[in-house]
């Protein structure tokens, strides 16, 4: 049987049909966009997640612009993701605040 590749929805590379994240970008469910608190399914364009609330337009450090918090900026393309300094946690995800979305840690 043939093994089709997807595009990642956040980088648009072709990666195998049963990732469980990006092998390029490292963005956890790369065929689904989920909330990065709660994981529930969201879609582009919702203002908060139907779940926890979540407000999903953050301000891109780059242009200053108010973005959907994805992998990069719709308007300049500068990346909005950041890894978790804590060597336990290594998350990546989009900057959404001063903490780690996982363990509660201060991103840098």
């Given at each position: 049987m043939a093994d089709y590749r997807h595009f990642c929805i956040?980088?648009?590379?072709?990666?195998?049909?049963?990732?469980?994240?990006?092998?390029?970008?490292g963005m956890e469910d790369p065929f689904t966009m989920r909330c990065p608190r709660c994981r529930?399914?969201?879609?582009?364009?919702?203002?908060?997640c139907s779940c926890c609330g979540l407000e999903?337009?953050?301000i891109c450090p780059s242009c200053g612009k108010r973005t959907f918090a994805a992998s990069c900026c719709?308007?300049?393309?500068?990346?909005?993701?950041?890894?978790?300094?804590?060597r336990k946690c290594g998350f990546v995800q989009v900057k959404m605040g001063d903490r780690c979305l996982?363990?509660?840690?201060?991103?840098?």
């Open positions: 956040y980088c648009g590379k072709l990666i195998p049909p049963d990732a469980k994240l990006c092998p390029f970008c529930n399914v969201i879609e582009k364009g919702w203002a908060r999903l337009f953050v719709e308007q300049c393309g500068a990346s909005l993701t950041v890894r978790c300094a804590n996982r363990c509660n840690k201060k991103l840098k």
